[in-house]
């Protein structure tokens, strides 16, 4: 679903990362929980995970393991992280140094690692990032990530182990763009990205390949001769349990090792013994997209009313159990100097009637408000699988009730949501692409592009003098001047809001605690997690560099 400072570079350091998804436990998966669960087998090397994301899906032309998190690819490079309360620094993976930028940041080359193969046998080489860029970038792919490498008008190999990407604009987060997956040239042989093989039938250059794919679960393996290291997990198992109480109970039983689970389900184990709570900071958002075809949400009085009647402390003490943070914008405290804490809407009630009334938008004898004959009113989209949304937007429209906005539920799926993104307001998520601003920004406040997703800044809305901070910031490679313009962003939106932001959530996981019956695992530091998560995440994201 829809939605930094510069990246840094270090020398290439243990990473990999668990990218699964799977179905329910098939016989044979699990051990009772007196043995200390599904981990006993094969001396704890082999780990058993319950996920809510269904199975397939492992083409990263198609976005799979986009952000470098994947058992099975490997980008040009890779997240490397010292902890979830700041940004990872982007580190050489398949590149052997980090990229070079050249005129204006409009050229990048990237020199390539030597002696890596992928999981059939072949070589790695330049050929293969261009095969896998193009793909990405061809039209007949129909890739649901081409509008993130839109800034891309070349890539091409200068020689087998050299390839340089040519860009349309000068772009400064441009390192952000290369950790995507990469697949060998000989499979990317055109078609639809979700019709072809690499779905279902990986090959990459990752620590783990997949070695069952079924209606039950996924299984991958060790590769013992990956380039960098043979993992000590041997092998990773993913059962598909989309039901939040159904994954809840099997690590109550013993037969999973862990899993992902909503703040408040997720707090019901705390205490319990054998098992440990983790909550992973986030730069994923939840907020309101607002209906540009609608008399009251279109008026930018009543946009800034709504900002000041919602309680976003209430919000993520109840709905959240504590496990996030308020957000007025895209922009959380993670992201340092370009942060700005005074952009934000202290919750004040009496001052949003106050607007509203002076808007002309005054109160009927039914309690809702309303001007010209307009009533202030409209609905509001979330997912109806979505029992955390469904709860945010129940507490969004009981505070808009307070003030004398009617606004209805309504749940449904993404289909209908799409009908009604200019109508309806829609509970959106956010922070897809984190590790630099401007993927954190762009999309969601600039004046729509041509390849823009729909849930991005659905009404088209112009905040004045945004655009120009946005590109200016996108431009530009001087840290400062990059700040300077980010902190201009989020003045001019409090001064003009366009979304109703709620919180920044924490992604919260359980999971067995390995080291109560004997040695455990040193698994590294955490992660700031994007708006994907799951088990591909949270303790489990680096499993291949897991360690005792």
């Known amino acids: ?155 091409t190999a200068t020689d087998d182990r050299h390839v340089r990407f040519t860009l349309t604009h000068p772009y400064s987060s441009f390192p952000s763009r290369l950790t995507l997956g990469i697949a060998p040239s000989e499979r990317l042989d055109g078609g639809p990205a979700r019709d072809s093989t690499l779905n279902t039938e990986p090959v990459g250059t990752g620590p783990y390949r997949l070695t069952r794919l079924d209606a039950g679960q996924a299984v991958f393996t060790a590769d013992p001769d990956y380039w960098d290291g043979a993992p000590q997990v041997t092998e990773l198992v993913t059962l598909y349990l989309p039901d939040d109480n159904a994954r809840a109970q099997r690590v109550r039983a013993g037969d999973v090792d862990g899993t992902v689970l909503p703040p408040v389900l997720a707090a019901s184990f705390e205490g319990r013994p054998g098992l440990r709570v983790q909550s992973v900071r986030t730069a994923d958002w939840r907020g309101i997209s607002l209906p540009a075809d609608n008399p009251f949400a279109s008026d930018p009085a009543a946009r800034e009313a709504m900002n000041l009647a919602v309680d976003r402390d209430t919000i993520v003490d109840g709905v959240l159990a504590g496990h996030g943070s308020p957000a007025a914008t895209p922009v959380s405290a993670v992201y340092g100097d370009a942060f700005d804490a005074g952009a934000a809407f202290p919750f004040d009630r009496a001052r949003a009637e106050r607007l509203l009334d002076d808007a002309g938008w005054r109160t009927g004898a039914d309690g809702v408000r309303a001007k010209d004959g307009e009533r202030a009113a409209f609905p509001l989209y979330y997912l109806a699988s979505d029992s955390l949304r469904r709860d945010m ?104 809001p366009t979304h109703v932001f709620l919180a920044f959530v924490e992604h919260t996981y359980v999971a067995r605690d390995d080291g109560a019956d004997g040695p455990g695992w040193d698994r590294g530091p955490l992660v700031l997690e994007p708006h994907a998560h799951g088990v591909s995440w949270g303790p489990w994201w680096d499993v291949a560099g897991w360690r005792r």
């Not at 350091?13 to 436990?25: D, E, I, Q």
């Not at 198609?62 to 490397?80: A, I, K, T």
């Not at 729509?448 to 901070?469: F, H, M």
């Open 1 to 155: 679903m829809p939605r930094t400072r510069p990246s840094s570079f270090a020398t290439p350091a243990r990473f990999a990362v668990v990218g699964l998804a799977v179905a329910v436990c098939v016989s044979g998966c699990a051990t009772s929980a007196g043995t200390g669960g599904a981990a006993d087998v094969d001396d704890g090397r082999r780990v058993v995970l319950a996920d809510a994301q269904p199975l397939g899906g492992y083409n990263p032309v198609n976005g799979y393991g986009e952000l470098g998190v994947s058992p099975l690819y490997d980008g040009l490079l890779r997240p490397r992280s010292d902890g979830d309360d700041s940004l990872p620094a982007l580190e050489p993976a398949l590149a052997a140094e980090a990229p070079v930028a050249s005129q204006g940041s409009t050229v990048w080359d990237v020199t390539l690692r030597e002696g890596v193969t992928f999981s059939d046998g072949t070589a790695f080489d330049a050929a293969d990032v261009v095969a896998t860029y193009r793909a990405v970038l061809d039209p007949a792919s129909a890739s649901e990530v081409a509008g993130a490498f839109r800034m891309i008008a070349d890539v």
């Open 393 to 496: 937007a129940a507490a969004f429209a009981a505070d808009m009730a307070e003030v004398g906005i009617d606004v209805t539920l309504r749940g449904a799926d993404w289909p209908e949501t799409d009908e009604h993104l200019t109508d309806g307001a829609v509970l959106l998520g956010g922070g897809e692409r984190p590790y630099d601003l401007d993927t954190q920004l762009f999309d969601v406040l600039h004046t729509r592009a041509k390849d823009t997703s729909p849930y991005d800044n659905p009404g088209d809305l112009e905040i004045p003098g945004v655009d120009a901070q946005l590109d200016r910031a996108r431009a530009s490679l001087d840290d400062d001047e990059r700040t300077a313009a980010y902190r201009a962003v989020q003045e001019a939106y409090v001064r003009h």
